[in-house]
């Protein structure tokens, strides 16, 4: 007998030992907040159904509810629901899943949500599994499956990975933009017509025409007894420009609903004022430095990707330095030597367990192996890395990240820069940090919204270099700093402090909820070695790395 596992979010099929062939539907809905609901089908092949009542069982105990368990011809249903606040409590051992979020001005949302399935129907003994997402806005682009609207279809059947990337408009109270948008007219006119009815009576004498009150048996200004008549109500004028102005504000905030492109541009972010830096400043002396740390492993060969710019020589040249004494320390974040033979998942040897993901393909980097990033036709995205949108690689009092990278094409021609790493949403200029590479005299830039750090470097395409930048804050300034193999390359110091997002953190993808390929570029060539901590690293310990694996 062979075991139908789940690889369903939470899991408890993954405990749960069935009896082959079986049938999965997953439907996965995401409210505006990330929270939402997470709903199973399984279909059990008839002969297995006395599985079932442990399949309950275990379902009821990990807080699952049965919804719907029926009998067919072909075999039994059951279907399971469970609602989570955040997407993340879905993932598991053979299953991820992480959601970005993002607030832009006025209404505006956008969510990326990333889905890795590890484990496929041959390995569980299910015969077909398909994932059902509902964003709570339209998806603009889905990396898989079929997509309309809000919704897209995704068979994970041989598992893979899932980026959606979605952006709209939502209003408060779970209105649509059609409802929020009469329902705003309405009130409006509510409001109006409220003030017009609670205006008291006037009546006036019909011998003087002074305006009296209606209880009066005597005309104040004539003495005349009362014979009253109501007065004419005052000019409509002044209601009218009021009610036009109610339905032109509500069709106003139709037209913002319906993402036309002049208010849409209204919300984009202005474009940014690049500065050139300041020289490099060297630290003080007395400065302590702790151990230095880096980004390899010992005893691995360092190569470079074959037919790439016929073996450049550095790299053949540092193929015999296979020694390396770097390692992680308490300030680690995350430590990618990236070389699993294949697969989608990228172990962490930082000891914080932050595993990454990836769509790349496996090829020889600059220490052992590496992944191969690039773009699609477009100029959009298409292989990356996802590190996820945990907090630490968001830290608030310092950052550092350093990498090997091989381009193979360069920035020319490009309206933005290539980005090596970023945690952003550059659609909305939400942006924590962006590395990316660009045309001199910004050959390397660190931009962060306060921060425009330039470097006047040379970047050579189809080569090998070791890439470095550090965000330190302290009482209200931060300093940023740019290394270029090990070297000092440029350093800004400006008031505010290091930014922070719930975004998600990308190698060599730059994202944008909207707005095409400029802000959804990627980068192209072999990268390698990935390292974040929490601290600045010196620039002695930044040599130190790039030392490591010295160029010729």
């Given amino acids: 007998m062979s075991k139908c596992r789940r690889a369903i979010g939470l899991v408890i099929l993954a405990a749960l030992i069935l009896l082959t062939s079986c049938e999965i539907e997953?439907?996965?809905?995401?409210?505006?907040?990330?929270?939402?609901?997470?709903?199973?089908?399984?279909?059990?092949?008839?002969?297995?159904?006395?599985?079932?009542?442990?399949?309950?069982?275990?379902?009821?105990?990990?807080?699952?509810?049965?919804?719907?368990?029926?009998?067919?011809?072909?075999?039994?249903?059951?279907?399971?629901?469970?609602?989570?606040?955040?997407?993340?409590?879905?993932?598991?051992?053979?299953?991820?899943?992480?959601?970005?979020?993002?607030?832009?001005?006025?209404?505006?949302?956008?969510?990326?949500?990333?889905?890795?399935?590890?484990?496929?129907?041959?390995?569980?003994?299910?015969?077909?599994?398909?994932?059902?997402?509902?964003?709570?806005?339209?998806?603009?682009?889905?990396?898989?499956?079929?997509?309309?609207?809000?919704?897209?279809?995704?068979?994970?059947?041989?598992?893979?990975?899932?980026?959606?990337?979605?952006?709209?408009?939502?209003?408060?109270?779970?209105?649509?933009?059609?409802?929020?948008?009469?329902?705003t007219a309405v009130i409006l006119l509510m409001v109006v017509m409220g003030i017009r009815t609670r205006r008291p009576a006037r009546y006036r004498c019909t011998a003087c025409g002074v305006p009296q009150a209606a209880d009066v048996a005597f005309c104040t200004a004539c003495g005349a007894r009362a014979s009253h008549e109501r007065a004419a109500p005052p000019p409509r004028r002044v209601w009218k420009l009021v009610v036009i102005s109610a339905v032109a504000l509500g069709l106003v905030f139709l037209l913002i609903a319906m993402n036309v492109?002049?208010?849409?541009?209204?919300?984009?972010?202005?474009?940014?004022?690049?500065?050139?830096?300041?020289?490099?400043?060297?630290?003080?002396?007395?400065?302590?430095?702790?151990?230095?740390?880096?980004?390899?492993?010992?005893?691995?060969?360092?190569?470079?990707?074959?037919?790439?710019?016929?073996?450049?020589?550095?790299?053949?040249?540092?193929?015999?330095?296979?020694?390396?004494?770097?390692?992680?320390?308490?300030?680690?974040?995350?430590?990618?030597?990236?070389?699993?033979?294949?697969?989608?998942?990228?172990?962490?040897?930082?000891?914080?367990?932050?595993?990454?993901?990836?769509?790349?393909?496996?090829?020889?980097?600059?220490?052992?192996?590496?992944?191969?990033?690039?773009?699609?036709?477009?100029?959009?995205?298409?292989?990356f890395i996802t590190l996820g949108n945990a907090s630490a690689f968001n830290p608030t009092q310092a950052l550092t990240f350093d990498a090997w990278i091989y381009p193979t094409s360069g920035p020319e021609g490009l309206t933005n820069g290539i980005p090596i790493i970023s945690r952003?949403?550059?659609?909305?200029?939400?942006?924590?940090?962006?590395?990316?590479?660009?045309?001199?005299?910004?050959?390397?830039?660190?931009?962060?919204?306060?921060?425009?750090?330039?470097?006047?470097?040379?970047?050579?395409?189809?080569?090998?270099?070791?890439v470095a930048f550090t965000l330190e804050g302290h009482r209200g300034t931060k300093t940023a700093r740019l290394y270029l193999n090990g070297v000092a390359a440029g350093e800004q110091t400006v008031s505010g402090s290091l930014k922070t997002n719930a975004l998600t953190t990308y190698v060599g993808r730059r994202w944008g909820s909207q707005g095409g390929s400029q802000y959804n570029r990627g980068f192209d060539g072999i990268i390698d070695e990935i390292r974040l901590a929490d601290v600045a690293r010196s620039p002695q310990e930044i040599a130190a790395v790039a030392a490591e694996h010295p160029l010729h």
Avoid at 346 to 364: I, K, M
Avoid at 425 to 447: K, V
């Fill in 26 to 183: 997953e439907a996965v809905a995401i409210k505006s907040d990330g929270s939402g609901t997470y709903v199973a089908r399984i279909t059990i092949e008839k002969q297995f159904a006395a599985a079932l009542p442990e399949l309950k069982t275990k379902a009821l105990q990990q807080g699952f509810r049965v919804t719907e368990e029926a009998g067919t011809a072909e075999g039994s249903v059951i279907v399971l629901a469970k609602d989570f606040q955040d997407v993340s409590q879905l993932s598991d051992d053979n299953d991820r899943y992480s959601l970005a979020k993002s607030e832009g001005d006025g209404f505006r949302h956008a969510y990326s949500l990333t889905i890795s399935c590890r484990t496929n129907a041959s390995a569980n003994g299910w015969q077909k599994r398909v994932m059902r997402i509902s964003m709570p806005v339209k998806i603009n682009t889905a990396s898989s499956g079929s997509v309309s609207g809000r919704h897209v279809e995704w068979d994970c059947s041989s598992g893979g990975t899932l980026v959606v990337d979605a952006a709209g408009i939502l209003f408060p109270f779970g209105l649509t933009p059609v409802t929020g948008g009469v329902l």
């Fill in 261 to 383: 492109s002049l208010f849409r541009r209204a919300f984009s972010p202005p474009a940014s004022q690049e500065t050139t830096a300041t020289p490099p400043v060297a630290r003080a002396s007395g400065t302590a430095i702790p151990t230095p740390v880096g980004i390899g492993a010992a005893t691995r060969p360092v190569v470079s990707e074959p037919g790439m710019a016929a073996a450049t020589s550095d790299t053949a040249a540092a193929a015999t330095d296979t020694s390396s004494t770097e390692a992680s320390d308490h300030h680690t974040i995350m430590m990618l030597h990236l070389d699993e033979v294949a697969g989608e998942y990228l172990n962490d040897s930082g000891g914080r367990g932050y595993d990454a993901t990836t769509t790349s393909a496996v090829v020889p980097g600059r220490v052992g192996n590496g992944r191969r990033l690039s773009n699609d036709v477009s100029n959009v995205a298409r292989q």
């Fill in 424 to 466: 952003e949403d550059s659609w909305m200029g939400n942006i924590a940090y962006i590395l990316e590479l660009g045309t001199r005299p910004c050959a390397l830039h660190l931009y962060d919204g306060d921060v425009s750090l330039c470097a006047d470097v040379i970047v050579p395409v189809n080569s090998w270099s070791h």
